[in-house]
């Protein structure tokens, strides 16, 4: 279904060339219709400074690019920004898995490579349609990625956190999709999200490599749901063995089955991989009927859910709330 290629990290930096780290004093302007700097999300990428250490801002107006995007590994440090409301500034694209050359991490709509990269008030979509299997919409290899107040939608494997030792955190954003939507091997933090399921499926297939500390956590978010199509979600399935989960004071709407967890037909993934709630409410919160294999924290382990320890790792980060 997915590649393996995924977990071999971040990659590049050896092909880093003179550093230029003199960031433009004022945003580079994206419109559509002529009336920024650039016409394209992409040549304003470009034309941003490489290696820079101090933010670039991007700043798009409303509008809807048409475009593959890529942030490379030498654009650290970029903000890209809407203008007003995420859903009126739409990155979109419509690859997928059965085009000729198209795998599921090159099916993205966007792929972010370089680290620091941050952004704000954007929809990332993957326009291919509800029948056109894997389509990613954003792919997030680089480490310390911020998402604010954005919104990711699609339907198969909407939102892919590539790599091991990616640190990614999401707040207030809105994600949408049908199966294993939010998906990979990263650590990503969902903070105050909404994350809606279209079909009966799965919300997460984390790949979390044996060793990561932690894999996605879900701080306060609302899972609900197309009420007439998705009546039977399972909150994760591992794509990998040492898949984790972990879903913090989240609202459980009445889709999320009882069972909660589904070990994608290996009773051996029960043994290794680490799903867990702590203090769910909603009509999907089930704690008794929830898998055997499964964990409801206790007060003291659910103190460890900060995002100081989650970021720590090799060094320190801890984004801003």
Not at 129 to 146: H, K, M, P, S
Request: glycine letters at 10%; hydrophobic letters at 40%.
């Amino acid at each position: 279904m997915k590649t393996l290629f995924l977990l071999l990290g971040l990659s590049g930096g050896a092909l880093f060339s003179q550093a230029q780290t003199t960031a433009p004093t004022g945003p580079l302007v994206v419109a559509a219709d002529g009336s920024g700097q650039f016409r394209t999300v992409q040549a304003a990428i470009d034309a941003a400074p490489n290696q820079s250490e101090r933010p670039v801002v991007i700043q798009l107006k409303p509008g809807t690019y048409h475009e593959k995007v890529t942030v490379p590994t030498l654009k650290t440090h970029l903000v890209l920004r809407g203008t007003g409301e995420a859903a009126g500034t739409i990155i979109t694209y419509s690859d997928h898995v059965g085009m000729p050359g198209i795998t599921t991490p090159t099916s993205y709509s966007v792929l972010v490579q370089a680290t620091d990269f941050t952004a704000e008030n954007v929809t990332f979509e993957n326009a291919a349609g509800y029948t056109a299997g894997q389509a990613v919409a954003l792919n997030v290899e680089g480490d310390r990625a911020i998402f604010r107040h954005c919104r990711m939608v699609g339907n198969q494997d909407v939102l892919l956190l590539a790599t091991s030792g990616s640190r990614q955190y999401y707040q207030d954003c809105y994600i949408e999709g049908t199966t294993d939507f939010i998906f990979g091997a990263s650590t990503g933090v969902f903070d105050h999200c909404v994350i809606k399921s279209k079909k009966n499926s799965f919300v997460t297939a984390a790949s979390t490599p044996a060793g990561q500390a932690f894999g996605f956590v879900f701080m306060d978010c609302q899972l609900v749901a197309d009420t007439a199509l998705a009546k039977k979600v399972y909150l994760g399935r591992p794509w990998r063995p040492n898949a984790q989960v972990v879903y913090l004071r989240c609202a459980l709407g009445g889709h999320i089955v009882p069972a909660g967890w589904d070990n994608w037909k290996n009773a051996e993934n029960e043994k290794t991989a680490f799903y867990a709630e702590y203090k769910s409410t909603g009509p999907g919160a089930n704690p008794a009927a929830r898998v055997p294999w499964s964990h409801q924290l206790t007060t003291q382990e659910a103190k460890k859910y900060t995002l100081k320890q989650i970021f720590g790792g090799r060094e320190a980060w801890e984004p801003k709330r």
